[in-house]
């Protein structure tokens, strides 16, 4: 049964730094692509950042430059490094994984992601 736990969220001002970790377990392949995903109230689930098993990155366009994904295979850890955060940053933050080296289609398409965390919250205060 595969896990996926995240960590680190918590309220900052505007301007701030946070770094979110999701750690994965009980999978049998080590090729995972992961990805990001926030939920404000009253919106839609949307996708952040991905990284596939070959470290290869995507962001949506209004986290570029200032988010950063990465992953620590041997610590079967993913991370994102969240700089300059703004108010609408505000959200749960869910990790969430595939099985296999590279997306298939879309890594933002929420209804086709495997497996989810329990999400962590991110607040930004202005």
């Known amino acids: 049964q595969v896990q996926l736990v995240e960590s680190g969220g918590g309220s900052v001002q505007a301007g701030g730094s946070l770094r979110l970790s999701c750690i994965i377990s009980g999978h049998k392949t080590p090729h995972y692509c992961m990805a990001w995903f926030r939920q404000a109230p009253g919106k839609q689930r949307e996708g952040v950042a991905s990284i596939d098993s070959n470290g290869d990155t995507k962001y949506v366009e209004s986290v570029k430059g200032r988010f950063t994904i990465s992953k620590d295979n041997g610590n079967n850890t993913l991370y994102l490094q969240m700089n300059s955060l703004k108010p609408e940053d505000t959200g749960m933050y869910y990790c969430?994984?595939?099985?296999?080296?590279?997306?298939?289609?879309?890594?933002?398409?929420?209804?086709?992601?495997?497996?989810w965390g329990q999400g962590t919250q991110v607040t930004v205060s202005s």
């Open positions: 969430a994984a595939d099985p296999g080296r590279v997306w298939f289609g879309s890594p933002f398409i929420v209804a086709t992601r495997n497996y």
